[in-house]
Nanobody, 126 residues
């Protein structure tokens, strides 16, 4: 079993920055694809960044150049970080980290992710 706990969400003004963290604990974390998704009220869930088990990161076009994702695998725990800058009102959403089963590639669809955190709210408003 895998447990994911996000933190760092806050309210910021446009152009501001935030750092989200996700602490993962459980089985074979270093072999799992980890990802950040977000969901705004009334909208479908959107993939933000995919972090492969080798550290390769892929970003959604909407956040490319503004967000930086990373992972630090430390055995029984893994820390996933999402550094966000140049925030826009359209970045307002609940942000989730998610994990797939071990030894498979990341995908943009949320369906294959079997472990989810509870989410952390990011609000960008003046």
């Amino acid at each position: 079993q895998v447990r994911l706990v996000e933190s760092g969400g806050d309210s910021v003004q446009p152009g501001g920055s935030l750092r989200l963290s996700c602490t993962a604990s459980g089985d074979q974390l270093s072999r799992r694809c980890l990802a950040w998704f977000r969901q705004a009220p009334g909208q479908d869930s959107e993939g933000v960044a995919l972090i492969e088990n080798n550290g390769t990161v892929t970003y959604a076009d909407s956040v490319q150049g503004r967000f930086t994702a990373s992972r630090n695998d430390m055995g029984a725990t893994t820390t996933l970080v999402l550094e966000m800058s140049g925030l826009k009102p359209e970045d307002t959403a609940n942000y989730y980290c998610a994990a797939r089963v071990p030894k498979v590639q990341c995908l943009w669809s949320r369906g294959p992710y079997i472990h989810w955190g509870q989410g952390t709210q990011v609000t960008v408003s003046s």
